[in-house]
């Protein structure tokens, strides 16, 4: 304890003050642009396609084209408002 108390007297303590939980802009404007239009067209289907491709044994099928529309759409959709929230 004497130690800790030696040390603490050349490097004082800092305690950190509780804070909200910071919430990331980009999640929230990604959840409002995924309930919009075209958004949810490629949403369903990339659904659609892993519907198909989880329904057989063997297939050489991927869904990713139909992800990266959906992702594209998503983001460009954000782009539009992120950087206006953004500090």
């Known amino acids: 304890m004497a130690a800790r108390k030696w040390f603490s007297s050349f490097f004082p303590t800092v305690k950190a003050q509780e804070e909200e939980d910071i919430v ?3 999640t929230v404007l990604r959840e ?3 309930q919009q239009g075209h958004a949810t067209q490629l949403w369903e289907k990339y ?3 892993n519907e198909r491709v989880g329904s057989r044994s063997q297939t050489t099928e991927t869904c990713v084209e139909e992800l990266f529309d959906y992702l594209h759409e ?3 959709c954000v782009t539009k408002t992120l950087f206006s929230k953004l500090k």
């Open 47 to 49: 659904q659609a396609c």
């Open 32 to 34: 409002k642009c995924s």
């Open 74 to 76: 998503l983001d460009h």
């Open 24 to 26: 990331d802009p980009q």
